[in-house]
């Protein structure tokens, strides 16, 4: 059983439409990272919130940790073919990370 | 830097061999990481390491995994013996601090046990 929902699995969009992808848990975390990961490479993080209702934005990523610590959502805007890959979100405590399964987000030309 | 370096990058085995993965982590980080991922149960922690002291093993999965972190810059992960259910992707990820919040991850050891 995965500590960190997310869902959807897997979504595959036009190159220039938005997505959301989503994270959540029953747990309180210190914080939560967002990471993404190419076929044959390891995941590289993208982002880290920590304090509940944060909103961070990179470039056309923006990302979101709920008030209750306890969910996030990473929405991205006209998305690209260099979009592509594995998003995984973990969540930090206890000196280590736990990490959901993970949204396979392919965007076509 | 040249980032977490693990090698091999491939392994092909068969059932019964030992198999040994090993990991550099980035120089100055004292936190060390090793997961497996599979389609089945994704990226799974396995084993981490402080200052080379290893911290929390109950992801290991059985008596056949063992880990070592004999230096700072150097890491083992040992299969023995393998079994075809142990074929997987394993990453090594290393952090700077204690926290392990912020873990850089290498490129992986892909394993397929026959």
């Known amino acids: 059983t995965q500590l960190l929902e997310q869902s959807p699995q897997f979504l595959s969009i036009q190159e220039g439409e938005n997505l959301t992808v989503y994270c959540n848990s029953s747990?309180?975390?210190?914080?939560l990272q967002w990471y993404r990961q190419e076929p044959g490479e390891g995941p590289v993080l993208l982002v880290t919130v920590v304090t509940g209702g944060e909103v961070k934005k990179l470039k056309r990523l923006t990302f979101q940790f709920g008030d209750a610590r306890k969910d996030s959502s990473l929405h991205i805007t006209a998305a690209q073919p260099g979009d592509t890959g594995l998003y995984l979100c973990a969540g930090a405590g206890w000196g280590k990370l736990q990490f959901g399964a993970g949204t396979q987000v392919v965007v076509t030309p | 830097d040249a980032g977490v370096i693990q090698s091999p990058r491939h392994e092909v085995t068969e059932m019964g061999q030992e198999v040994t993965l090993r990991c550099k982590p980035i120089s100055g980080h004292n936190s060390l990481f090793w997961y497996r991922q599979t389609m089945m149960r994704g990226l799974e922690l396995l084993i981490y390491f402080n200052n080379n002291v290893p911290i929390d093993d109950s992801g290991m999965p059985e008596d056949r995994f063992s880990a070592k972190m004999p230096n700072a810059s150097f890491s083992t992960l040992k299969i023995q013996p393998s079994e075809p259910r142990d074929s997987a992707v394993y990453f090594c990820?290393?952090?700077?601090?204690?926290?392990?919040?912020?873990?850089?991850f290498g490129a992986g050891t892909r394993l397929s046990v026959l």
């Open positions: 747990s309180v975390f210190s914080s």
């Open positions: 990820a290393s952090s700077l601090d204690r926290s392990g919040n912020i873990q850089y």
